[in-house]
T-cell receptor
Framework: QKEVEQNSGPLSVPEGAIASLNCTYS??????FFWYRQYSGKSPELIMS????GDKEDGRFTAQLNKASQYVSLLIRDSQPSDSATYLC?????????????FGPGTSLSVIP | NAGVMQNPRHLVRRRGQEARLRCSPM?????VYWYRQLPEEGLKFMVY????????ESGMPKERFSAEFPKEGPSILRIQQVVRGDSAAYFC???????????????FGSGTRLTVV
C-alpha cells in the first residue's frame, strides 16, 4: 500500500460546481496534513494545512480530516476555471527517524467554463 | 521577506557536463528539501539537508548526484556527467521547525528546469 494515495483524475467539474478531492494515507501516527496546488509549469503552492479532525475553511476551500478513517479531503466551492491545476495531498510520516512529509501523486482538476 | 530562491530558472547542459543547482531557503528556515519532477509525473523526494548535515538522502541516485548545504551560502544540488534522463524540473523547498516539533508545510522555490541536449 502506498503511503499517500489520490485519484489521479482528471477530475472535470463545471464552473460554479463543488470539486471534491480525496486522499488516503497509511501511517496511523500522522498528525499534519497539507494540500498543495500546482499549476502546469509552476511550483507547488501550499493552500491548506490541517492538524485536527473535522473541517477547516478558508474562503472557497474546505479541508476535511478524519484520522480514524485515515482520510483527508479538499472541497472547492464555486469552482472557477482558474482552479484548474493539479492538487497534491501531503502527510507527515512518523515512521522515519525524522518528521518527513510524504506527497501523493496528485489529482488533476479541470474546471469547464 | 523573500521566498525560497532557486537559480538558475532554466539550465541547458550537454551530455557529460556538470549541472549545479542552487537554493537559498526562506529567512528563518534551516531545513532544505530537494525534489525532482519529470513531465506529467509527481514529485519525487531526493534529499533533506540541514546546515552542514545531510539528514536523508534516500531518494538520491547512488551515482553522479550529490547535495550540500554549507554553513554559509545556498544549498547546492550537483549532477555530474548529465544524461538525457536527468532532464526534469528540480524543486527546492524549505521549512521551519518550532520547539514543539510540529510539522509545517513546505515553501517551494520556482524550480530549475534542466534540459540535457
Amino acid at each position: 500500500q502506498k503511503e499517500v494515495e489520490q485519484n489521479s483524475g482528471p477530475l472535470s467539474v463545471p464552473e460554479g460546481a463543488i470539486a471534491s478531492l480525496n486522499c488516503t494515507y497509511s501511517d496511523r501516527g500522522s498528525q499534519s496534513f497539507f494540500w498543495y496546488r500546482q499549476y502546469s509549469g509552476k511550483s507547488p503552492e501550499l493552500i491548506m494545512s490541517i492538524y485536527s479532525n473535522g473541517d477547516k475553511e478558508d474562503g472557497r476551500f474546505t479541508a476535511q480530516l478524519n484520522k480514524a478513517s485515515q482520510y483527508v479531503s479538499l472541497l472547492i466551492r464555486d469552482s472557477q476555471p482558474s482552479d484548474s491545476a493539479t492538487y497534491l495531498c501531503a502527510v507527515n510520516s512518523v515512521k522515519t527517524s525524522y518528521d518527513k512529509v510524504i506527497f501523493g501523486p496528485g489529482t488533476s482538476l479541470s474546471v469547464i467554463p | 521577506n523573500a521566498g525560497v530562491m532557486q537559480n538558475p530558472r532554466h539550465l541547458v547542459r550537454r551530455r557529460g557536463q556538470e549541472a549545479r543547482l542552487r537554493c537559498s531557503p526562506m529567512k528563518g528556515h534551516s531545513h532544505v528539501y530537494w525534489y525532482r519532477q519529470l513531465p506529467e509525473e509527481g514529485l519525487k523526494f531526493m534529499v533533506y539537508l540541514q546546515k552542514e548535515n545531510i539528514i536523508d538522502e534516500s531518494g538520491m541516485p547512488k551515482e553522479r548526484f550529490s547535495a550540500e548545504f554549507p554553513k554559509e551560502g545556498p544549498s547546492i544540488l550537483r549532477i555530474q556527467q548529465v544524461v538525457r534522463g536527468d532532464s526534469a524540473a528540480y524543486f527546492c523547498a524549505s521549512s521551519p521547525r518550532d520547539r514543539s516539533g510540529r510539522t509545517y508545510g513546505y515553501t517551494f522555490g520556482s524550480g530549475t528546469r534542466l534540459t540535457v541536449v
